[in-house]
C-alpha cells in the first residue's frame, strides 16, 4: 500500500553544505568575489600599519614633507581598500542572484514531478513561500551574510597574527577574554537556529492561508467572509509574530552580550598599553596599531555574532528546502521505458486493480476493477459520487500507481513506460478546466506548444469557442486573467474542449466535460465532441444523457466495483443502479 512520502530531516546547519554545487557552478563570478575578498582584507590589515608609521615616522620627523608622504601612502590603502570592497561587493551580490535562481528553478523543476499524493498532504500557500521567502533568505545570506563572515573571518585571523606580532604581552591578557566571547555565542546559537526554524514554519502557515482564501475570493466574497479570513490571516501573522519576537529577543541578548565583553576587553588592554606607552616599553604608534587591531577583531567577532544568528535562520530555511528535495516521488520512470509507437492504438486494460488514496489508505477508490475498452471505442462511466469514476482517469494518466492488479496500453504495462511519454498521447478535458493567467491563444496552444494560429484558431472553431473569443477586447490576444476569471464556466470549458482537440491524442479523457454548459451551449458543441471521439480511444464521465447515450458502452460503477455495463437502452430494461440513476439525472430522456 502506498504511503505518504517520508521527509528526511537534517541539521540544519549540515544543510549548508547544499549550497556548495550551486557556488561551484559560478565558478567565475566565485574566483572574482574571492579575489577582492582577499585584497579587501589585505587592505583592511594593511591600515593600522599605516597609522603606526605615519605616527612614529610621520609626526616625529624633522622634514616637514614626511608627514605628507605618510598620509599619502594611508590614502592609497583605502584607495585600495574602497576598490576592493567595491568589487567584493558587486560579485558577490551578483553571485547571490544567480545562486537563489538555480536554487528556484531546481526547486520549482523538483515540485513538479513529484507524485499528487506529495499535493494531497501539502498546501500550495506553503510550497509557494518555500519558494519565495525561504530562498530569498538565502540569497541575502550568499550575497550579505556569507561574505561579511569570511571577511570577518580573514579580518579576525589577520588581527590576531597581527597583535602577536605587534605585542606579545598584551595579545596574550586579549586572549583571556576570548572564552567569555565564545560562550555566549554557543549557548545561544541553537536556540536562534530553533526559533528560526519555527519563525519560517509560522510565516509558510500564514502565507498558505492567504494563497488559499485569495484563491477562493469569489466564494469568500459571496458568503461574506472578508472579515473572517482577514481575521484567521491576522492570527496567523500573530503567531510568526510571537516567534519572529522571541528570534530576536535572543539574538538582541548575544549581540549585546559580545559587544560588552569585547569592547570591555580592549578597554582594559588599552589601559595596560596605555601605562607601557608612559613607561617608555611602547610607542604610541605600536599602542596605535595595537588599538586599531584590537577593534578590528573586536567588531569582526561582533559582526560574526550576528552573521550567525543569520546563517542559523538561513540553514533553517534551507533545512526546509532540502527537506523538498529529499522526498522522491513514486510514479517515475523506468530505467529502461518501452518506446512508445509514434500514435498508440489505444487498447486499454485494466486488471483487478484495487487503488487507495494515500491520504484514505483505509477507503479502497477502486476493488477488484476490471475493463477492458478496445481501440476506438467510446465508453461512459457513471455512478453516483465517491464511486470511483475519476479515480478509473488518473489512473491511467499514471498520476497515481494501483497498490494490485496492472494497468495496460496497448497490452504494455504503465508501470514499463515513461509517464511523459504516455500522456503525450493523452488528451484531457477535465470538470474544472484549468486556464492560465495567459492570452486565450496561448491557453489554446497548451495543448500543443508548436501549433499555429491557424491550428489554434481551428481547434477554437471546432470547440465552438472562436465567436466569443473574437468578442473579446484583444481577440485570440486577449489576457484572460488568472483562473480565467474573465471567463464563464462554460467558456472555459470550451477552452479545455479547444486545447484536447489541438492535442489530438488517440486517447480522450472526457471528466464531466459538459457540465457547466448550459443545454442551448452542450447541443451546439455536440458536433464537435463527435469530431474529437472519431478515430480515437474515449473514456467519459459523464452525467449527461446526452454523452451517455452516444457512448458505445456504458459502465456502472458502485464503491469502486462496475456493477452492470452495457448500452443506454439494455441497461434501462435491465433495470438496477443505472435505471435509478437515468430516472433521477437524466429526466431529458
Known amino acids: 500500500m502506498a504511503s505518504e512520502p517520508t521527509v528526511r530531516t537534517r541539521a540544519p546547519l549540515r544543510s549548508l553544505g547544499a549550497l556548495w554545487p550551486l557556488l561551484a557552478a559560478e565558478r567565475g563570478l566565485l574566483l572574482r568575489w574571492l579575489g577582492f575578498l582577499a585584497l579587501s582584507s589585505t587592505a583592511t590589515l594593511a591600515l593600522p600599519v599605516a597609522v603606526r608609521l605615519m605616527i612614529d615616522h610621520g609626526f616625529g620627523a624633522k622634514d616637514p614633507g614626511a608627514i605628507d608622504r605618510w598620509f599619502l601612502g594611508l590614502w592609497l590603502v ?33 515540485l513538479l514531478r513529484l507524485d499528487m499524493a506529495f499535493f494531497d498532504a501539502h498546501r500550495s500557500g506553503e510550497l509557494v513561500s518555500r519558494l519565495s521567502a525561504d530562498t530569498e533568505q538565502i540569497r541575502s545570506m ?26 606579545p604581552r598584551l595579545a596574550a591578557l586579549a586572549a583571556v577574554g576570548i572564552p567569555l566571547v565564545v560562550a555566549p555565542i554557543v549557548l545561544f546559537g541553537r536556540r536562534v537556529q530553533a ?23 469569489a466564494t469568500v466574497r459571496s458568503m461574506a467572509r472578508e472579515a473572517h479570513e482577514a481575521e484567521r490571516y491576522g492570527e496567523a501573522l500573530q503567531r510568526a509574530l510571537g516567534v519572529a519576537r522571541r528570534r530576536i529577543g535572543i539574538q538582541a541578548v548575544l549581540t549585546a552580550s559580545v559587544i560588552l ?14 601605562k607601557d606607552v608612559i613607561a617608555g616599553r611602547m610607542s604610541a ?38 527537506e523538498l528535495l529529499d522526498i522522491r516521488p513514486q510514479v517515475v520512470a523506468p530505467a529502461q521505458p518501452r518506446p512508445l509507437p509514434p500514435r498508440l492504438r489505444g487498447e486499454i486494460r485494466f486488471e ?52 494490485q492488479g496492472c494497468v495496460r496500453v496497448d497490452g504494455m504495462p504503465l508501470r514499463e513506460i515513461d509517464p511523459d511519454a504516455l500522456r503525450a498521447q493523452m488528451a484531457v478535458v477535465p470538470q474544472q478546466p484549468a486556464i492560465f493567467a495567459a492570452t486565450a491563444a496561448d491557453n489554446i496552444r497548451y495543448g500543443r506548444l508548436d501549433a499555429s494560429d ?44 479547444a486545447r484536447a482537440i489541438l492535442r489530438d491524442a488517440p486517447i480522450l479523457l472526457l471528466d464531466e466535460a459538459t457540465s457547466a454548459l448550459d443545454a442551448a451551449s452542450e447541443r451546439s458543441i455536440q458536433h464537435a465532441l463527435e ?37 443506454h437502452e439494455a441497461l434501462l430494461a435491465e433495470g438496477g443502479l443505472y435505471a435509478e440513476l437515468a430516472r433521477l439525472q437524466f429526466v431529458d430522456g
Open 78 to 110: 583605502t584607495a585600495v581598500l574602497a576598490a576592493a570592497t567595491a568589487g567584493r561587493f558587486h560579485a558577490v551580490s551578483v553571485l547571490g542572484e544567480r545562486v537563489v535562481a538555480r536554487l528556484r528553478e531546481r526547486l520549482y523543476r523538483h
Open 142 to 167: 550568499v550575497s550579505s551574510s556569507l561574505s561579511v563572515a569570511l571577511r570577518s573571518l580573514l579580518t579576525l585571523a589577520g588581527s590576531v597574527a597581527m597583535l602577536v606580532a605587534t605585542s
Open 195 to 217: 526559533a528560526s526554524k519555527e519563525s519560517q514554519e509560522r510565516l509558510a502557515e500564514a502565507n498558505a492561508r492567504a494563497a488559499e482564501a485569495l484563491g477562493a475570493v
Open 261 to 274: 565583553l569585547v569592547f570591555g576587553a580592549i578597554t582594559l588592554v588599552l589601559w595596560l598599553g596605555a
Open 285 to 322: 604608534g605600536v599602542l596605535g596599531q595595537f588599538v586599531l587591531y584590537a577593534v578590528l577583531g573586536a567588531g569582526s567577532v561582533g559582526a560574526l555574532s550576528e552573521v550567525w544568528a543569520e546563517v542559523q535562520r538561513t540553514a533553517g530555511g534551507l533545512a526546509r528546502i532540502r
Open 352 to 403: 483487478d486493480v484495487r487503488f487507495s488514496y494515500p491520504s484514505r489508505p483505509e477507503t479502497p477508490a477502486l476493488e477488484g476493477f476490471s475493463l477492458d475498452i478496445r481501440p476506438g471505442e467510446t465508453v461512459a462511466l457513471v455512478g453516483p459520487s465517491g464511486a470511483g469514476k475519476s479515480t478509473v482517469l488518473q489512473l491511467l494518466l499514471r498520476l497515481y500507481d494501483p497498490q
Open 454 to 497: 491557424a491550428e489554434v484558431e481551428r481547434a477554437a472553431r471546432l470547440a465552438e469557442a472562436h465567436d466569443f473569443l473574437v468578442r473579446l477586447p484583444k481577440g485570440y490576444a486577449t489576457w484572460l486573467g488568472e483562473r480565467g476569471m474573465r471567463l464563464s464556466g462554460g467558456q472555459q470549458q470550451r477552452i479545455a474542449l
Open 531 to 567: 469530431h474529437l471521439l472519431r478515430d480515437r480511444t474515449t473514456l467519459v464521465v459523464a452525467h449527461r444523457l446526452a454523452t451517455v447515450r452516444r457512448a458505445d458502452r456504458i459502465v456502472v460503477m458502485d464503491q469502486g466495483r462496475i456493477v452492470a455495463q452495457g448500452r
